[in-house]
């Protein structure tokens, strides 16, 4: 397949420049007026995409070259330049940040990168910026810029006049309440969170469309092959999904794949349901565990119910939120303790700070899990784990439990990246070391 459509990378030189929410407004902006927005996110984050569906009305996929693979990068662009009158793709921390990093990205689909830079407190430096950002990679040039949080019309002209030869600024957009969405420890809080978040994103559209930046990027050629489909390994299993305030932590790809694969999906809300739906194998994604562990605890049918499913050994995924689920206890923030599902022993407890981040796998015989891990709680557990990932950047590796047919760790995985490892997960077929030695089991 291929077809050429406008598109841009929306970056900036680091975090906190306001990328995030300047991507949901253009994407929001071109919607307005009746254009079909297909907008992807660089990395692993599940909370920007969240945000982006709503502001364009279509699906949200991450993209990233180790994780999600070259070639799915490829396909998925040329897929939605199908259909697609204009491509956005969110980057991740700042340009160069990172391996692969936005930039490489960019190269790799051959994107122009469109930086957003926060100009407050800025002058003649904001040319100095976009400079070093335009020469950094000669292989990937920056034609045009952003400014963003400017003070004034008159800081906008300086802001202009600032800019060497060969790099325009395309929109100067100002300090306005209507580009701010909350956040919270892991990032934006949940678009399901924010009653109001539509009116909130056409007011940011209008305060871009004042800006100067209704206009498309220019048009890119996307071209890729089709992947083959995937086995049938999940044919006939029904699997249930936990997905709630609570639970929500899920790409699309992993549904996506289930289905392909033959699952029959269902959701059910641990919030607010007293009992599971028909089903095989369960998944408890992450989430925000913590800041519902009152409701967790009080719902005793959902409790007795997973229970249940768990001591009749039917497979159980359980990732990040939904280990802290599984344990005894779980201590929030304010440092209460809720009695939660207690499918393996000990407690997890909010930290004061940043416990884990980066990019990680899991290698067993059937595959290598590609994901990450990001969780401000620590695990305490006499439970020996049965594998630990492996790390490509950040902390350290996380240890992955497995016990009668629940698979539990802080790593959330990226399902496409080994199928067959993942439908044993939820066949509850035993997954195996890649060195086919007996593991340590809890």
Known sequence: MKAAVPAALITAPGSGQGKSMVTAALARLHRNAGRKVHVFKHGPDYLDPMVLEVASGQPVYQLHPWMTGEAECRWRLAEAAQDADLVLVEGSMGLFDGDPSSADLAKLMGIPALPVIDARGMAQTFG????????????????????????????????RQSLPQGIDLLGAIPRNEAMN????????VQAGELGDLDQRLDAAAEVLAEAGLAGL?????????????????????????????????????????????????????????????????????????????????????????????????????????????????????????????????????????????????LSMAQGELRGHTYHHSRLDTDWVPFARTRKLAGTEAEPVFCHNGLVASYFHGYFPSAPELVADIFRGQAIRPLNDQEPDHA
């Not at 400079?131 to 300086?158: C, K």
């Not at 969405?181 to 934006?188: E, K, Y």
């Not at 220019?218 to 390994?233: F, H, N």
């Not at 303790?337 to 990019?359: I, T, V, Y």
């Open 128 to 159: 100095a910026v976009a400079l070093g950002l335009a020469s950094f990679d000669p292989g990937l040039p920056v034609r045009q810029v952003i400014a963003n949080r400017i003070g004034s019309s008159r800081h906008g002209d300086m802001l």
């Open 181 to 188: 969405i909350p956040d919270r420890h892991l990032g934006l």
């Open 217 to 361: 990027p220019l048009p890119v050629t996307l071209e890729a092959e089709a992947p083959e489909a995937p086995p049938r390994s999940l044919q006939g299993m029904r699997i249930a999904i936990a997905r709630d305030a609570a639970f929500s932590f899920i790409y699309r790809a992993n549904l996506d794949l289930l289905r392909a694969m033959g699952a029959e999906l269902s959701f059910f809300s641990p919030l607010a349901d007293n009992a599971l739906p028909d089903t095989d194998a369960l998944w408890l994604p992450g989430g925000y565990p913590e800041l519902h562990g009152a409701a967790l605890a009080g719902n005793s049918g959902m409790l007795a119910a997973i229970r249940a499913h768990h001591a009749g050994g039917k497979p159980l995924l359980a990732e990040c939120g939904g280990l802290m689920a599984c344990c005894e206890t779980l201590v929030d923030k304010s440092g209460d303790s809720h009695r939660l599902l207690g499918l393996m022993p000990g407690r997890a407890e909010m930290a004061g700070k940043l416990q884990a981040l980066g990019l990680q796998s």
